[in-house]
Nanobody, 127 residues
Framework: QVQLVESGGGLVQAGGSLRLSCTAS????????MGWFRQAAGKEREFVAA????????YYGDSVKGRFTISRDNAKNTVNLQMNSLEPEDTAVYYC????????????????????WGQGTQVTVSS
């Protein structure tokens, strides 16, 4: 079955950086668009970043533009999220998501467009 396993979360001070990774198995990774979402305590899940299966297209949520970078390595079945200039407001559980995509250049920013989800990794940013 499809498994998405996130790693790299932790505690960091404001202004610091973290790099999240998501390793996928049980699917043809190169045929799947990938996304990152996050959910803070007491809030709804929020779109963070998305990348097309060809990596030719990326999409970012307004709150992370210019600070976060999504990338993928199809040879390693991995999608990464480099997070810089972290703020306390970035504190949340971060989820990796996947969906089959017929279109190599399309990135998907909506939660309901994804079919597979990881268990999440906690990111805490202290002030």
């Amino acid at each position: 079955q499809v498994q998405l396993v996130e790693s790299g979360g932790g505690l960091v001070q404001a202004g610091g950086s973290l790099r999240l990774s998501c390793t996928a198995s049980g699917l043809t990774f190169s045929m799947h668009a990938m996304g990152w979402f996050r959910q803070a305590a007491g809030k709804e899940r929020e779109f963070v970043a998305a990348i097309a299966r060809s990596a030719g297209s990326t999409y970012y949520g307004d709150s992370v533009k210019g600070r976060f970078t999504i990338s993928r390595d199809n040879a390693k079945n991995t999608v990464n999220l480099q997070m810089n200039s972290l703020e306390p407001e970035d504190t949340a559980v971060y989820y990796c998501a996947a969906r089959y995509s017929r279109y190599s250049g399309t990135a998907y920013p909506k939660e309901d467009e994804y079919t597979n989800w990881g268990q999440g990794t906690q990111v805490t940013v202290s002030s």
